[in-house]
């Protein structure tokens, strides 16, 4: 349970990458100021969490299953949140999704929707009544580059990102009346499982529908120039966590 003057910080996708290195960084922090609640849809995966956290799990750091996409799952989290009481909500779970459109089927479309928008839009939904009532709050979504500008063959998720990054924009104005901050982080390239998933889908990648000079920009200009990129100027999942922990102090 919280000390009295900690924060109380529930992160979303804690299992791999950024969320895991966002629940570690403030599980760890020097002045033990945060009580993380980290979590994750499948506890079975909580190893590479635990083993990261060391002391501080079962301290600052506990977990709890949390699949964004379940009406029941979200609601039943926020209840197992002592008084359903969040100072800070961290929204990161979500999912990609490469290739030109004709290949995606209209159930993937939803699912990657399902996840990175209504996926926050249900967490933000739950949270939000109690930082109203108590007039103090802060969240922070987890958006993308890809949030502000199109990127070829990323057609879904960059709209599944300037949707919430709408709504947010949207939310911000009438949750600063309640005192309540929205905050948007959008990394560019970083060194996760989602970035080595995507480069496996680019690996098996068709083009059905698209023209041979799309085709040949996406492989021969853009995919190297990411490359270029990320070996170049990639951030790690630390480099987030740590803009996160300035974005909440
Ligand atoms: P990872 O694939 O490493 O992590 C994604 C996390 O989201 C996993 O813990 C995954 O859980 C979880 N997740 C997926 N679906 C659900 C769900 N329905 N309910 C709960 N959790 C779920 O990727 P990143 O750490 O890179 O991505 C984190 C966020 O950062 C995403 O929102 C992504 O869009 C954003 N981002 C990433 C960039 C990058 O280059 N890596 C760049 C810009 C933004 P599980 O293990 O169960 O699948």
């Known amino acids: ?17 950024i969320g895991l290195r966002i629940a570690v960084t403030l599980a760890k922090d020097e002045k033990k100021r945060y009580h993380v609640i980290a979590t994750m849809r499948d506890l079975k995966k909580k190893d ?3 083993e990261a956290a060391g002391d501080a799990y079962g301290k600052t750091l506990m977990l709890l299953p949390l699949d964004v996409c379940s009406d ?24 990609g999704l490469l290739g030109p459109v004709e290949s995606i089927s209209i159930e993937e479309m939803k699912r990657v929707f399902e996840t990175n928008f209504f996926g926050a839009v249900r967490m933000i939904k739950e949270v939000m009544p109690d930082m109203k009532k108590r007039r103090s709050g802060h969240i922070v979504v987890m958006s993308s580059v890809m949030g502000l500008q199109g990127v070829v063959f990323n057609d879904v998720y ?4 300037f949707a919430i990054e709408g709504f ?3 939310m911000a104005v009438q949750l600063m009346k309640f005192n309540i901050r929205l905050s948007m982080i959008e990394p560019g390239p970083v060194h996760t499982e989602f970035e080595t998933k995507m480069m496996e889908d680019v690996a098996k990648m068709e083009y059905p529908g698209a023209d041979a000079d799309t085709i040949r920009y996406f492989k021969d200009v853009y995919l190297p120039s990411s490359i270029d990129i990320f070996e170049a100027m990639g951030q790690t999942p630390d480099d987030i966590a740590k803009c996160l922990k300035k974005v909440i102090e």
Do not use: P, Y
């Open 158 to 161: 960059t709209a599944s990102k």
């Open 48 to 50: 590479k969490l635990v």
């Open 72 to 95: 029941d799952s979200v609601k039943q989290c926020i209840n197992n949140v002592k008084d359903r009481h969040i100072d800070i909500f961290i929204n990161n779970a979500g999912v």
């Open 1 to 17: 349970m919280a000390n009295s003057g900690q924060k109380v910080v529930l992160i979303t996708g804690c299992s791999s990458g």
């Open 168 to 170: 947010c924009e949207s």
